[in-house]
């Protein structure tokens, strides 16, 4: 925390006031994960566009969804205060992710649905300016 705020690391003597001081809010983590899903969105979308070209269709699968629930998964538990140590909860939810990428390349490719490229890129989007607004609504508010 600033100094600002009054608090300082020295001053929060008992464990309970340390934890929900160091504790990440949970806003900021699902910020965290529409931020996350926004970019891998976007990052499939360049990938397709320069692929396949301009306008054409993109197949949903089930390694493309697993890759998409690694990605909201890493967004949301990433984030940590810098005063948080890991934790094993946050060990193992990325552990999972990255099973969860793996796996996905082991699946067979079968298509679950089929969508035009610019629509990857306006989830994208969406998800990014849902996860800025979440996590801009988590900031404190001045109280001029």
Not at 105 to 130: D, I, K, N, T
Request: glycine share 8%; with cysteine.
């Amino acid at each position: 925390m600033s100094s600002a705020s009054g608090r300082s690391l020295k001053k929060l003597t008992s464990l309970e006031g340390r934890a929900t001081w160091r504790s990440v809010p949970a806003g900021i983590r699902i910020g965290g994960a529409f931020v996350a899903l926004g970019l891998v969105l976007l990052v499939f979308a360049a990938i397709e566009l320069f692929t396949s070209g301009m306008l054409k269709t993109f197949a949903i699968t089930p390694g493309f969804l697993m890759i998409l629930v690694a990605a909201i998964i890493l967004g949301a538990f990433a984030t940590t205060s810098k005063y948080e140590p890991s934790s094993k909860t946050q060990i193992i939810s990325l552990s999972i992710a990255v099973v969860l990428v793996i796996a996905s390349r082991l699946l067979p490719s079968v298509e679950l649905y089929v969508v035009e490229q610019f629509w990857l890129s306006a989830w994208g989007v969406a998800a990014l300016l849902c996860g800025l607004i979440i996590r801009r609504s988590q900031l404190p508010k001045s109280t001029k």
